[in-house]
């Protein structure tokens, strides 16, 4: 009796101890995320501060300056009239270099430890984040070092993303995917959030802590990131999981969601550890060309590359925008900025479980660009006629908005580094990852760099910029599309075929 019960006492501890790995897995990489986001948020807060309008700032008692000087309380060099033009330098800087940045950084996830990898990148962007509020304390005055600081900043930031996007697709397998990773992508949000309340704390007294303490926790992520993350279930003994395999053998070996797959038919945990070293050790990392060929990535990259145009332009210009037309305080533009994001949290959920659902990526990012075209619209429009109104639009535009970009970023990504076309090698999942997000950061970086050069002529036209960015992002998956409608159809046919048998 008890060697016949012997197997399913391991199985249950097995399950449980690999779903507590894992879930610890999904909790560090989503912290670790967090951090990132966290610490680019501050300067869309701050920018309100650097440039407004003094005269409704009581003047010190020994100022020197005349009554009717509206720019006395400006931070130089973004007191002059064109300090739109400069505040998107400011972010082109960090943008431009996190774009060129995450070509290359994905091939040395691939090739360097990512627990080293991510723990340099936290360390150095903490430490880069903090320069560029000391500028205050330090009364730095010239726009060489913000930028400097910015550029450098962009480069290390480019350590996070496809490392923490490969750790996970270590961990789990294709099913249920789209839900898990939309739930662990409300990072980006939550860092955005986060990053916007800490840098209304300071905003509107010593700003440079904005900055600072955003980038200090972020270095002590770092460290925590050091000790305590995991790269591979290997590591820990645990099972690996099952991200494409023989059809056949899959059908005689079913896919467990928490546990992943068996390596045999054998049940001892000691000879599957074995063979997955085995086979981990064979595949060898794809080149920047060979992950272009895995079909579906150009058609993405570029969809995300408009996708991340619109979601980056309200990530740095929305607070300013904010402020601008409804005439907020800093800190009130900020607070009332973070709805985007709490929007974005409820779309990259939706849009998982919606994919996962219908088995259909490209859709569901094709139908939510859509319906976002015409809400942006109304809310430049409409938008500010109330607070209420205000918040209502900003939740449904942040979770239109940011759905498909956390889609395509997350489960998208890890679905074609592990393409079947690849036969089980995973090690395309850093690479894929670099190549869809490095391109989607190009957009990152022109969005807010003709949001800068747009806005003097007027807001609508940032919008109508916006929307036709959404435009071109949906009509780059109509291919992908049509696909996917193709499957549906011959999937039905195919039930129909087995009822009538």
Known sequence: MRSSLAPGIWFLRA??????????????????????????????????????????????????????????????????????????????????????????????????????????????????????????????????????????????????????VSCVGNWFGKGKRGLIMGIWNSHTSVGNILGSLLAGVWVDQQWGLSFVVPGVITAIMGIITFFFLIEYPEDVDCSPPQH???????QDQPEDPANGPSCNKESSL??????????????SAISFFGALRIPGVVEFSLCLLFAKLVSYTFLYWLPLYISNVVHFTAKEAGDLSTLFDVGGIIGGILAGLVSDYINGRATTCCVMLILAAPMMFLYNHVGQRGIGISIVMLLICGALVNGPYALIT??????????????????????????????????????????????PTGWNNVFYMLIAADVLACLLLCRLVYKEILAWKSSLSKDRGYREM
Request: contains cysteine.
């Open 15 to 164: 399950f449980s101890r690999d779903s507590k790995y894992r879930a610890f897995i999904l909790l560090i990489t989503f912290l670790i995320y967090t951090c990132y986001h966290m610490s680019r948020k501050p300067i869309s807060v701050v920018k309100s501060r650097l440039h407004h309008n003094c005269s409704e700032v009581i003047q010190p008692v020994n100022s020197t300056h005349s009554l009717n000087d509206t720019t006395w309380c400006n931070w130089a060099p973004f007191d002059k009239s064109n300090y739109k033009e400069l505040l998107g330098a400011v972010d082109n800087a960090f943008l431009v270099a996190y774009a060129i940045g995450m070509f290359i950084s994905g091939i040395f996830g691939e090739r360097l430890p990512l627990r080293y990898y991510l723990t340099a990148g936290m360390l150095l962007s903490g430490l880069f984040t903090s320069l560029f509020g000391l500028g205050y304390f330090w009364n730095i005055h010239v726009l060489w070092y913000f930028v400097l600081v910015q550029i450098f900043n962009g480069l290390v930031q480019t350590t996070g993303w496809p490392a923490v």
């Open 244 to 250: 494409h395999g023989n059809p056949e053998e899959s």
């Open 270 to 283: 000691e000879s599957a550890v074995t063979c997955s070293k085995e086979a981990s050790a064979q595949p």
């Open 410 to 455: 997350t489960a998208v990504s890890a679905d074609l580094g592990t393409h079947k076309s690849l036969k089980g090698n995973a090690k395309a999942l850093s690479t894929v990852t670099a190549i869809i997000d490095g391109t989607g950061s190009i957009g990152a970086a022109l969005g807010p760099l003709l949001a800068g050069l747009i806005s």
